[in-house]
């Protein structure tokens, strides 16, 4: 097969064991096959193609570990749209069943039941288009049984199991710090400096096609990957998913769109009929609040201020900073 030792380094790369990555390579074979029935092949087919080989893989019971393995491939081949595309099947994976197992821990299983018997949450490897309209009924259902703020707290949590111990080197740099915005002055440097070897190298920053146009946004813009202190809040936007696209078009419906990370919204905004509510950010806002819970060593409390969904042309947040934090540490 075709890039099969680089192949084999990436997964070695991964910590995956000969036996593993062998089970890999047997998928991609399966995928080419599926594309070679249609008249294709691993490098030559078009993106319609490859997706209606994946529909037929994933009907046949495909799934996020099959959805890796090819996605892995062309990684390696160096067809980075389509392994962005493949990547963003992987991304709604588990979302909202992880929202529900929290619904049920905060207000029990019977609210559980009433909430999540109105959605249907799509099969796993289905493409992100398909979950809009779940992505709807949830937040609807769940604002109409608890109400607008306790549907709120569901959803602004670390969703993703993002490890506390991935900001443990930023908590040590803030203890240090003689201020809360000289922490992240220098969080903004650290973050700038990553975007700049990505740029440099030309690998995918997660998903992400970084420029050097984007990394020198990004400086300019202190709050992108960052924050800046104002009184006892610190306002952070977050960077388009698409960031150079985003830079580079003048439409604004097509920027939304670009800057929009969801893959379980971000599809109603241009392309569905199935408008997911902006009360859906408040998951967004979860996620960009994590690391200044790890970081101040408290939960932070935050506020979604714009958002895409809602028609805004960006995301932004603003995290409160803990009185606690604010008796240890200056704002400024």
Aim: charged residues 25%; contains cysteine.
């Amino acid at each position: 097969m075709e890039f099969e030792r680089e192949y084999r380094e990436r997964c070695a790369k991964r910590a995956l064991d000969e036996a593993a990555t062998d089970a890999a390579l047997r998928t991609v074979e399966v995928f080419a096959a599926t594309l070679g029935e249609a008249g294709s092949s691993l490098a030559a087919a078009s993106l319609a193609e490859l997706e209606r080989a994946l529909a037929v893989r994933v009907a046949g019971g495909w799934g996020a570990a099959e959805l890796v393995a090819v996605a892995r491939w062309y990684m390696v081949a160096g067809l980075d749209a389509i392994s962005i595309r493949l990547l963003a099947y992987l991304l709604p994976i588990g979302v909202l069943p992880d929202h529900a197992k929290r619904l049920e821990t905060l207000h029990g299983a019977e609210v559980q039941r009433r909430v999540m018997e109105l959605v249907r949450i799509p099969p796993e490897g289905a493409p992100p288009e398909a979950y809009p309209a779940a992505t709807a009924a949830f937040v609807k259902a769940l604002e109409a049984e608890l109400g607008p703020e306790k549907a709120r707290r569901v959803l602004a949590w670390n969703v993703h199991g993002i490890p506390a111990g991935a900001h443990a080197e930023e908590r040590e740099r803030f203890l240090t710090a003689p201020s809360i915005a000289a922490w992240l002055a220098g969080w903004h440097e650290r973050q700038v400096a990553e975007l700049q070897r990505f740029a440099d190298s030309g690998e995918l920053w997660y998903e992400q096609r970084i420029t050097q146009d984007v990394v020198d946004w990004v400086r300019e813009n202190p709050e992108i990957q960052g924050g800046v202190v104002e009184g006892n809040r610190i306002f952070r936007q977050k960077i388009p998913y698409d960031p150079d696209r985003f830079l580079r078009s003048t439409d604004p419906l097509e920027r939304r769109r670009l800057a929009c990370h969801c893959p379980l919204a971000a599809a109603s905004i241009t392309e569905t009929e199935a408008e997911v509510p902006a009360a859906w950010c408040a998951c967004s806002s979860g996620y960009d609040k994590f690391p200044f819970d790890v970081v101040f060593g408290v939960e932070t409390e935050v506020e979604v201020l714009e958002s895409v969904l809602a028609g805004d042309g960006r995301c932004r947040f603003a995290i409160t900073i803990p009185e606690s934090v604010l008796a240890l540490k200056p704002a400024v």
